[in-house]
C-alpha cells in the first residue's frame, strides 16, 4: 500500500496554502488561516459563488474572498474587489464592467496582508 500525500494535487493550489499559512503566521491575520483551511478541503467541497449573491451580501467597495470559483451568474450593481481561486470569463467581465477589479488571492494577500475589513463569501 503507498501511502499518498494529502491535500490537494492542484500545484497552484498547494502553493496558495503554503502563502496562506505564512502569512497567517507571519501577519498574525486568522482570516487568512481561515482561507488555508477551507482550501484543504478536498475539491468537491469547495464553493462555487455567483455574483447575484455577491451583489446581494456586498456594499459598494468592498474586499470579498471566495474560496473557490466566481461564476457569472447574475449581476453586479457596485463595485467590488473580489479575490478566488478561478473565474468563469462572464463573472470577470461582469464584475469589471461594474468598475470592480477580480484579483487572485495571492494578489488579495500582498493588498491586504493584515486581512482587515474583507469578507468571505461562501
Known sequence: MVNRDK??????VASLIVELRKASTNNQA?????IFKILQKPRRQRTEVNL?????????????IVPGKVLGTGELNHSVVVAAIAFSQSAKDKITAANGR?????????EN?????????R
Do not use: C, D, F, M
Not at 486568522?30 to 481561515?34: G, K, L, P
Not at 455577491?54 to 474586499?63: L, V
Not at 487572485?104 to 500582498?110: A, G, P
Not at 496582508?113 to 463569501?121: A, E, F, L, T, V
Open 7 to 12: 491535500g490537494p494535487t492542484n500545484p497552484l
Open 30 to 34: 486568522a482570516i487568512w488561516r481561515t
Open 52 to 64: 447575484s449573491k455577491i451583489n446581494r451580501y456586498t456594499k459598494e467597495n468592498e474586499q470579498v
Open 102 to 110: 477580480a484579483i487572485t488571492i495571492s494578489n488579495l494577500v500582498e
Open 113 to 121: 496582508p493584515k486581512g482587515s475589513g474583507i469578507r468571505i463569501i
